[in-house]
């Protein structure tokens, strides 16, 4: 059974870092690509970062360029997103995916597995 968990969502304030972890299981990770995702309340789920099998391309949303970085540690089953610098219009939930195509992928239509989401809330 192919499992996506997601932790280290959380409340902080304006200009805050969260660090988001997305630990798999049942999948060959190095297999598959990883990508985040987000959905405010309201609002579409929108492309977040994407990182290929092996990190050595990652890709990001224009908002996002500069502030998050998104990482993989193919030993350990496990994708990160590192996020700086948050801002109230980061507030949203997390959501990790997975998808077979082995390069970066930004369409949400395009991702296999799909974890449960964490909450991040930002202040101001």
């Known amino acids: 059974q192919v499992q996506l968990v997601e932790s280290g969502g959380g409340l902080v304030q304006t200009g805050g870092s969260l660090r988001l972890s997305c630990a798999t299981s049942?999948?060959?990770?190095?297999?598959?690509?990883m990508g985040w995702f987000r959905q405010a309340p309201g609002k579409e789920r929108e492309f977040v970062a994407t990182?290929?099998?092996?990190?050595?391309?990652?890709y990001y949303a224009d908002s996002v360029k500069g502030r998050f970085t998104i990482s993989r540690d193919n030993a350990k089953n496990t994708a990160y997103l590192q996020m700086n610098s948050l801002k109230p219009e980061d507030t949203a939930v997390y959501y990790c995916?997975?998808?077979?195509?082995?390069?970066?992928?930004?369409?949400?239509?395009?991702?296999?597995?799909w974890g449960q989401g964490t909450q991040v809330t930002v202040s101001s």
């Open positions: 990182i290929s099998w092996n990190g050595g391309t990652t």
């Open positions: 049942g999948l060959t990770f190095r297999d598959y690509s």
């Open positions: 995916a997975a998808s077979r195509l082995l390069v970066i992928v930004v369409a949400a239509s395009l991702y296999d597995e």
